[in-house]
């Protein structure tokens, strides 16, 4: 298996742009997950799926991010118009039912 | 959110030694989860113990968990310098969400 694919891997913008971030999950895997990782703040969750359906969006802020799930095997997370306090590492992950999260290698956003 | 405590939050042995790190944690769980991730890259994960288990073993490591002190280690016995990265603890209360901790720094000195 490929493991979950994250693109881009890095990815510069100048505040006020859109930034697209994109995610494959596992096949099969029915959680989908992004989260955020600063220095300040760790690893925050954003939101998670379940069967493409939003079961939590509270950690989002919602004037500016948004994420959907068309089909189980593709997730964007759009932020717009990017700030720079948005530069951070964004993860996505993916589980099966009540097991461990496997991760993605990241997006590394800096907005300047 | 972030309801774990690791503690250290960095922590510097010599190749060779054991390393412990803790975790701790606020409400009732279904299972703990211990994740490395070496610089710049995802979070890989390590090992699972459930709430009904104490002690569980995979291969140097060893993690034990106490849910009457709402606590956990994780022990890496024979540190290499590839053991060099960030161990969080991450905690699962039947919501399938995982709250996470703030991560112990392991630096192991060759």
């Known amino acids: 298996d490929a493991g979950v694919i994250q693109s881009p891997r890095h990815e510069v913008t100048e505040m006020g742009q859109e930034v697209t971030l994109r995610c494959k999950p596992i096949?099969?895997?029915?959680?989908l997950f992004w989260y955020r990782q600063t220095m300040m703040q760790g690893l925050e969750l954003l939101v998670y799926?379940?069967?493409?359906?939003?079961?939590?969006d509270s950690g989002m802020p919602k004037d500016r991010f948004s994420a959907k799930m068309p089909n189980a095997s593709f997730s964007t997370l759009k932020i717009q118009p990017s700030e720079p306090r948005d530069s951070a590492v964004y993860f996505c992950?993916?589980?099966?039912?009540?097991?461990?999260?496997?991760f993605g290698p990241g997006t590394r956003l800096l907005v300047l | 959110s972030q309801q774990g405590e690791e503690d250290p939050q960095a922590l510097s042995i010599q190749e060779g030694e054991n390393a412990t790190m803790n975790c701790s944690y606020k409400?009732?769980?279904?299972?703990l989860q211990w994740y490395r991730q070496n610089s710049g890259r995802g979070l890989v994960h390590l090992i699972l113990?459930?709430?009904n288990e104490r002690e569980k073993h995979s291969g140097r490591l060893r993690v034990t968990l106490d849910t009457s002190k709402k606590s956990s280690s994780l022990l890496i016995t024979a540190s290499r310098a590839a053991d060099t990265a960030s161990y969080f603890c991450?905690?699962?209360?039947?919501?399938?969400?995982?709250?996470w901790g703030a991560g112990t720094k392991l630096i192991i000195k060759p």
């Open positions: 113990i459930r709430s």
């Open positions: 409400t009732s769980i279904n299972n």
């Open positions: 799926f379940n069967n493409k359906a939003v079961m939590d």
């Open positions: 992950a993916s589980r099966i039912g009540a097991e461990t999260q496997y």
């Open positions: 096949s099969g895997h029915d959680y």
């Open positions: 991450a905690t699962d209360a039947n919501n399938y969400q995982l709250i």
